[in-house]
């Protein structure tokens, strides 16, 4: 098991205004209006979508613990590359495609309450409680192209899309997120690797895992694939980064070894 961290930057071209795009981000595309009930789970009924895990509670509370397992297992939201380039002290415009309920975008906007976030996501799945100021989100589907002018954002964050796409979506997606993009803007991508070492178990369950994967027409080694598929769409890859997790013994890459049997955990849960 591994998680692949990819920054890459968009090339400079001419610079554009993004104030005056902030009030254009009203209208919704490829929304999910409606669920539907399976094996006692809620799932999305999104038909362009392949997307195959739940979104009711029980998984959304599976998606903040694993959010926070991520921070820990990457020693943060950002890596140090974005947190040097990307203007988010003084006020960056930043994206969160998928963003789930919103765990990730809400950490930033706590951290850097200048910079405002934005997230998107088919399913509405956000918070309606507990939202900080500088932070919005939006009904919308990547496949249907994001209810964004050209060239508008900072940053954009796209994570643990595996399950999402089917393998020949992932070039027209990362397209997707290189428009909306400014020039010189970064974009953030993080997507698991495959269970291949440990016990019987282990083994077994990351085989039955991939299986599915491929069984549904998505790419289970996708994440090795992250640097190409982006700069085929024309960004240049600024970091690449794998973190390995040793399911069931101590890792340097956690606090007290603490974040292994809970990432373990989760993994066993989905
Ligand atoms: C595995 S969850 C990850 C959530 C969040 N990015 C995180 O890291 O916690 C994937 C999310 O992507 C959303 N999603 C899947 N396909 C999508 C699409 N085509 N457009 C927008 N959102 C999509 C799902 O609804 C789900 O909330």
Not at 57 to 86: M, P, W, Y
Request: hydrophobic letters at 35%; glycine letters at 8%; a negative charge.
């Amino acid at each position: 098991m591994g998680a692949k961290f990819s920054t890459s930057s968009k090339k400079r071209q001419a610079r554009q205004s993004s104030s005056q795009r902030q009030n254009q981000f009203q209208t919704n595309s490829g929304s999910s209006d409606g669920s539907v009930m399976r094996f006692g789970r809620k799932f999305h009924d999104v038909s362009s979508s392949a997307y195959w895990f739940p979104n009711d509670d029980e998984e959304i509370d599976r998606l903040v613990g694993q959010h926070f397992a991520l921070k820990t297992l990457f020693r943060g939201n950002v890596v140090e590359k974005c947190r040097e380039s990307v203007p988010l002290e003084q006020g960056a415009l930043v994206l969160d495609v998928g963003c789930g309920p919103g765990t990730w975008l809400m950490d930033m906007a706590t951290e850097y309450p200048c910079s405002n976030f934005i997230g998107v996501d088919m399913c509405d799945i956000f918070p309606t409680n507990i939202r900080p100021s500088n932070v919005s989100f939006q009904v919308a589907n990547v496949l249907e192209r994001l209810p964004f002018p050209d060239n508008t954002f900072d940053f954009v964050n796209m994570r643990l899309f595996i399950i999402a796409l089917r393998k020949e979506q992932w070039p027209t997606v990362i397209k997707e997120l290189y428009r909306v993009l400014k020039p010189g803007g970064y974009l953030q991508s993080v997507e698991c690797g495959m269970l291949e070492r440990g016990n019987d178990f282990i083994v077994w369950a990351g085989q039955v895992f991939k299986d599915t994967i491929f069984s549904r027409g998505q790419e289970p080694h996708v994440a090795s694939q992250l640097p190409t598929l982006q700069q085929n769409a024309g960004f240049i890859i600024e970091h690449y980064e794998t973190k390995d997790i040793y399911l069931g013994k101590p890792s340097e890459d956690t606090i007290d070894g603490r974040a292994q049997p809970y990432f373990c955990s989760l993994l066993f849960q989905m």
